[in-house]
Every structure is written in structure tokens, then in C-alpha cells.
């Protein structure tokens, strides 16, 4: 059975970091893409980064562009997302996604129809 778990979130000030992590069991994700998704109350889920099976290729949504660092570790088949200069208007549910297709491609997917393996979310809340 697969599972991604995510952990990392909490509360924090304006201005402040957090450091989001995605562990995946079930299933060895070192060879397909991966992303991070965000979910506001009455907002639709957007993609806020993607990194494809390498590493070398990623993704941003332009509103994190700078702030955001998505990176990964084969060895602990684990996804990070590193979140610097936080703004209230980041307030979200994260989610973790996995790409069950596209076998070592470089393509980077930033579509939520695109992810097969979603995990449970973990909640950022940034204060002003």
C-alpha cells in the first residue's frame, strides 16, 4: 500500500521559514516525478512545486518563485519543500503528490490530474 506522509507544518510569523517533508512507503518514488500542492478554504488546489525524478528539473508557481526550494533524497525516498520570507496569503493545506506514470522522465507535471498518490496534508498557518 502506498503512503506519502507529510510533517514539517505548523504555525509561524510573517517573514518566518518552515521546512516541509514527504516520506513514501509502499513504492520506491526515486524514479518518477513529485510535487507540492497548497489548498486555502474556498480555494482550489494549486501546484506550488514540482521536481521530476532527477532532481535537476523543478517547478514553481510564480506567487513562490524565490521563497519556495523543492528538493529530494532517493536514499530516503523523501521530498522536502523549503519555505523561506512565509507571507500570511501562504496560509494553506499542503499535500504531497507523487507521479505514478513517466518512468525517469524529465518532465515536471503541475496539473493535480497529473498525480496518482496523494498524502493526508499538513496545515501552514503564517500570522501577520
Known amino acids: 500500500q502506498v503512503q506519502l506522509v507529510e510533517s514539517g507544518g505548523g504555525l509561524v510569523q510573517a517573514g518566518g521559514s518552515l521546512r516541509l517533508s514527504c516520506a513514501a512507503s509502499g513504492r520506491t518514488f526515486s524514479s518518477y516525478a513529485m510535487g507540492w500542492f497548497r489548498q486555502a478554504p474556498g480555494k482550489e488546489r494549486e501546484c506550488v512545486a514540482g521536481?521530476?525524478?532527477?532532481?535537476?528539473?523543478?517547478s514553481y508557481a510564480d506567487s513562490v518563485k524565490g521563497r519556495f526550494t523543492i528538493s529530494r533524497d532517493h536514499a530516503k525516498n523523501t521530498v522536502y519543500l523549503q519555505m523561506n520570507s512565509l507571507k500570511p496569503e501562504d496560509t494553506a493545506v499542503y499535500y504531497c503528490?507523487?507521479?505514478?506514470?513517466?518512468?525517469?522522465?524529465?518532465?515536471?507535471?503541475?496539473?493535480?490530474?497529473?498525480?496518482?498518490?496523494w498524502g493526508q496534508g499538513t496545515q501552514v498557518t503564517v500570522s501577520s
Open positions: 503528490a507523487a507521479w505514478g506514470a513517466g518512468y525517469r522522465s524529465n518532465y515536471v507535471p503541475t496539473r493535480k490530474y497529473e498525480y496518482d498518490y
Open positions: 521536481i521530476n525524478w532527477t532532481g535537476g528539473g523543478t
